[in-house]
T-cell receptor, first 114, second 109 residues
Framework: ETGVTQTPRHLVMGMTNKKSLKCEQH?????MYWYKQSAKKPLELMFV???????ENNSVPSRFSPECPNSSHLFLHLHTLQPEDSALYLC?????????????FGPGTRLTVT | GQNIDQPTEMTATEGAIVQINCTYQ??????LFWYQQHAGEAPTFLSY??LDGLEEKGRFSSFLSRSKGYSYLLLKELQMKDSASYLC??????????WGAGTKLIIKP
């Protein structure tokens, strides 16, 4: 238990569906992250929020839309996804952004796009 | 471009020692992290190096050579529970983490 929870743990959706992934951290951290993890590939950073402000958007397609209503919650809204978007989506948080702050990860949402 | 290289898979015997290497090329450097990820679970933080040398933490140690762009994770007295993927990540000058694809470590009895 890392103090970062994600729901749902598994999600199967069609290409025309709209769904949302939720992340909550109970660590009092100020930075939150969304990553995509595909088999045998490096973690891909998608979005970073620091004190609720988006600081990074690594050329992520617009079919992925993040939302950070407060420093404890992070959402990833999904719509009209493609089969290649099937992956494990990990949320992480850290005390701050940058420097030596390690990141604490949630268990991930396994997403399958059919 | 920025890149992290680490072996895809390694096999070791219970009770033995294993060294997992990582080389990095980044735009600037602000530290190197090692994470452990068991199958189906979240990555968990193992170590952080920003200065040259060896950092020891129980059975796990991590080494950094900034001049060589090289790090390794040393695991001693291997246990079956150490079977996992080990992720190397370097922080660049913009404080972004550049991740390796991970090394899957298989421990055999």
């Amino acid at each position: 238990e890392t103090g970062v929870t994600q729901t749902p743990r598994h999600l199967v959706m069609g290409m025309t569906n709209k769904k949302s992934l939720k992340c909550e951290q109970h660590l009092g951290h100020n930075a939150m992250y969304w990553y995509k993890q595909s088999a045998k590939k490096p973690l891909e950073l998608m979005f970073v929020y620091n004190f609720k402000e988006q600081t990074e958007n690594n050329s992520v397609p617009s079919r992925f839309s993040p939302e950070c209503p407060n420093s404890s919650h992070l959402f990833l809204h999904l719509h009209t996804l493609q089969p290649e978007d099937s992956a494990l989506y990990l949320c992480a948080s850290s005390q701050g952004y940058g420097d030596s702050y390690e990141q604490y990860f949630g268990p991930g949402t396994r997403l399958t796009v059919t | 471009g920025q890149n992290i290289d680490q072996p895809t898979e390694m096999t070791a015997t219970e009770g033995a020692i294993v060294q997992i290497n990582c080389t990095y090329q980044t735009s600037g450097f602000n530290g190197l992290f090692w994470y452990q990820q068991h199958a189906g679970e979240a990555p968990t933080f193992l170590s952080y190096n920003v200065l040259d040398g060896l950092e020891e933490k129980g059975r796990f140690s991590s080494f950094l050579s900034r001049s060589k762009g090289y790090s390794y994770l040393l695991l001693k007295e291997l246990q079956m529970k150490d079977s996992a993927s080990y992720l190397c990540a370097a922080r660049d000058s913009n404080y972004q983490l550049i991740w390796g694809a991970g090394t899957k470590l298989i421990i055999k009895p």
